[in-house]
T-cell receptor, first 116, second 111 residues
């Protein structure tokens, strides 16, 4: 039983570069969340998918951030023209059921992004 | 903006001591979760509380949800070095599916 995996685990980008972060959720999980975690802080919600539908992207900080889950499984978070303030750990979480009540979110190990 | 404030922010204690971590908000939550996160890993769910006043125990950890469902506490009895980590509370505002995470409490238990 594989858990949630994310790749790459570490990414160093020069300011202005585009990056793509991948999340492989647990097979069969309906819900997928992306979070951003700054150093020493709790995760902050970015976006939510129910299967392939992006139902909420209210947490994306700017239009440079884009997420997709085209087949309802793997998801990619893309950041265009990276800025230093984008440096953070990006966490992906999946859960078995449709969100809307107490459920268990299973988190991946995160991708640590450093923008120089 | 709904905020979850945790206190203390940092805690360093000796093995065997007891401690309590608090999670406070002015907002009502339909459920609240506690997670522990270790360096280089994602948060791992410890418990979910749903009912105001609810108390749940997980070995040496006791979790309580406030009567008004605005706050919660985590009490650890006889802390061990393996309890070291970042403890996060996360509240689910009523009628939503998004969990709002707290500011975190970094615990270090010294042997």
């Amino acid at each position: 039983g594989a858990g949630v995996s994310q790749s790459p685990r570490y990414k160093v980008a020069k300011r202005g570069q585009d990056v793509a972060l991948r999340c492989d959720p647990i097979s069969g999980h309906v819900s997928l969340f992306w979070y951003q975690q700054a150093l020493g802080q709790g995760p902050e919600f970015l976006t939510y998918f129910q299967n392939e539908a992006q139902l909420d992207k209210s947490g994306l900080p700017s239009d440079r951030f884009f997420a997709e889950r085209p087949e309802g499984s793997v998801s990619t978070l893309k950041i265009q023209r990276t800025q230093q303030e984008d440096s953070a750990v990006y966490l992906c979480a999946s859960s078995l059921v449709v969100a809307g009540g107490p459920e268990t979110q299973y988190f991946g190990p995160g991708t640590r992004l450093l923008v120089l | 903006t709904q905020l979850l404030e945790q206190s203390p922010q940092f805690l360093s204690i000796q093995e065997g001591e007891n401690l309590t971590v608090y999670c406070n908000s002015s907002s009502v939550f339909s459920s609240l979760q506690w997670y522990r996160q270790e360096p280089g890993e994602g948060p791992v769910l410890l418990v979910t509380v749903v009912t105001g006043g609810e108390v749940k125990k997980l070995k040496r950890l006791t979790f309580q949800f406030g009567d008004a469902r605005k706050d919660s506490s985590l009490h650890i009895t006889a802390a061990q070095p393996g309890d070291t980590g970042l403890y996060l509370c996360a509240g689910e505002p009523s009628g939503t599916y998004k969990y709002i995470f707290g500011t975190g409490t970094r615990l270090k238990v010294l042997a």
